[in-house]
């Protein structure tokens, strides 16, 4: 199992390009989001799926989409990339019980010039 | 706003000390959960505690859960310098259709020194 895995590690834009992240996990999970941390700070959420062909909006979703591709895939585009969206940006999934835990992806680190 | 604010915000100690860090939250939660984080790295789950628990342990981390203090605490016995990373507590307060959601506080860097 590679649990959950995440592309690109690192990406650099400049101000007004797109880019979307990718994110797959191989666990059958229902549930997906990405986060995003700033330094310093703890996570963020930015979207979530609780399942497929559904998804929401967390604490900070201005400026991201998503797409719910199937089961095993999340994905998250920036549309117009702005310097404070650089930032860490996690994926995560749970298989959807409330006292299960999130599996976390190794991040993607994105600068916007 | 973060649901979860912990204290300190670093702490450095020797190896072989406990180190304790807390985490207070604002509403009612399903379950509060404790995560480290190595530098540049992601985050690893700790341990679960579920809001109608007081006390759970896991190896060398004890969690305790006041739910009418809305806090938490996690201790770590007998530290070790590969115990230095951040630690984040996040509370659990989705369900249902909605499905699960954390939130997660601004985190403890924790040093330990050899």
């Known amino acids: 199992n590679a649990g959950v895995t995440q592309t690109p590690k690192f990406q650099v834009l400049k101000t007004g390009q797109s880019m979307t992240l990718q994110c797959a996990q191989d666990m059958n999970h229902n549930s997906m989001y990405w986060y995003r941390q700033d330094p310093g700070m703890g996570l963020r959420l930015i979207y979530y799926s609780a399942s497929e062909g559904t998804t929401d909006k967390g604490e900070v979703p201005n400026g991201y989409n998503v797409s719910r591709l199937n089961k095993r895939e999340f994905s998250l585009r920036l549309e117009s990339a702005a310097p404070s969206q650089t930032s860490v940006y996690f994926c995560a999934s749970i298989s959807g019980g409330w006292f299960d835990t999130q599996y976390f992806g190794p991040g993607t680190r994105l600068t916007v010039l | 706003s973060q649901q979860g604010e912990e204290d300190p915000q670093a702490l450095s100690i020797q190896e072989g000390e406990n180190a304790t860090m807390n985490c207070s939250y604002k509403?009612?939660?399903?379950?509060l959960q404790w995560y480290r984080q190595n530098s540049g790295r992601g985050l690893v789950h700790l341990i679960l505690?579920?809001?109608?628990?007081r006390e759970k342990h896991s190896g060398r981390l004890r969690v305790t859960l006041d739910t009418s203090k809305k806090s938490s605490s996690l201790l770590i016995t007998a530290s070790r310098a590969a115990d230095t990373a951040s630690y984040f507590c996040a509370t659990e307060r989705g369900g249902g259709t909605s499905g699960s959601r954390l939130t997660f506080g601004e985190g403890t860097q924790l040093t330990v020194n050899p």
């Open positions: 509403t009612s939660i399903n379950n």
């Open positions: 505690i579920r809001s109608n628990e």
